[in-house]
């Protein structure tokens, strides 16, 4: 028993302008303001993103989403087990995050803080998007996706495995490039680790996944980045493990976003493979 999909990111940033800009024109996402923070709705869920100015730009936490009040109880334990600090979080917290049990740890492997929650708050109103798009692929597969850097490559697909209750999806390594791809859910991978390099810092966020209902949605998408100047640093291309169609750019904290659509899912007769490229087509660097 583990974590169901990955419900949210929050984000502190100095550039909240920027933030806005991409988020609201590019991808189309539903603002909700809330004491100088931002929620952003992307489907039925309250919010899936949030911004909140500060000085310093940083992934403030990761969220991942269980089933019940027994699971997240079950999750916990194994986690105190393991020797990790978990906090239980208080109705303040809880009202910001719009759920109803919610409780925190640092991840020994990534290093960074995460929250586990049950009982997310549904809107009674369909999502608005800032723009003309289809919406998102969400529902039990969650958010998307989220790749990290690790210093430990082994050992954090190990404690992801056998304590957050991920099973590997596939590998790819090439280049310098060792990468495990592990899902909690139908979607291809919601989780994959990279090992760290003398420019990728372990703990450090790669990039974050949102997938499209609809190709056309990446592709206005991307005009719209090339056309506002905001910086692409993968070209559109096809992925040989997930075979999801997409392109990354550069978000105003740093750290990549990808937009994609058509990603396969995870199937009962699934085979564990192990690629030598992560490309079928395209994906090629800017500047390569």
């Known amino acids: ?160 495995q056998d304590v957050m209750g991920f099973a590997i999806s596939d590998y790819i390594a090439w280049d310098n490039n060792d990468a495990v791809f592990m899902h909690c859910n139908r979607r291809h991978h919601t989780l994959a680790l990279m090992q760290d390099g003398p420019n990728t810092p372990a703990g450090a966020l790669m990039h974050l996944m949102v997938e499209a209902n609809s190709y056309d949605d990446v592709g206005y998408g991307y005009d719209l980045v090339r056309d506002m100047g905001i910086p692409v640093m993968i070209e559109p291309g096809k992925h040989s493990n997930d075979h999801m169609q997409s392109f990354y750019l550069q978000t105003p904290s740093g750290f990549w976003l990808e937009y994609g659509y058509g990603g396969i899912e995870i199937g009962p007769d699934w085979q564990v493979r192990n690629y030598d490229a992560p490309m079928l087509w395209g994906h090629r660097f800017v500047g390569s």
């Open 1 to 160: 028993m583990g974590v169901d999909s990955l419900g949210y990111i929050a984000l502190t940033t100095t550039k909240m302008d920027e933030w806005r800009t991409l988020l609201e024109r590019v991808f189309g996402m539903e603002p909700r303001m809330r004491d100088g923070a931002i929620d952003y709705r992307i489907d039925g869920y309250h919010h899936r993103i949030t911004l909140t100015p500060d000085t310093t730009d940083s992934v403030e936490v990761i969220g991942w989403e269980l089933g019940s009040s027994e699971a997240l109880a079950t999750l916990v334990k194994i986690l105190q087990d393991r020797g990790v600090a978990v906090t239980m979080e208080g109705a303040d917290l809880r009202a910001r995050r719009k759920v109803k049990e919610l409780c925190s740890f640092t991840c020994p492997m990534i290093g960074n803080r995460q929250e586990l929650y049950y009982g997310p708050l549904i809107s009674n109103t369909p999502f608005a998007p800032s723009r003309g798009i289809s919406g998102y692929k969400t529902g039990t597969l969650g958010l998307g996706h989220v790749v990290y850097w690790v210093k430990d490559l082994a050992a954090s697909v190990k404690f992801y």
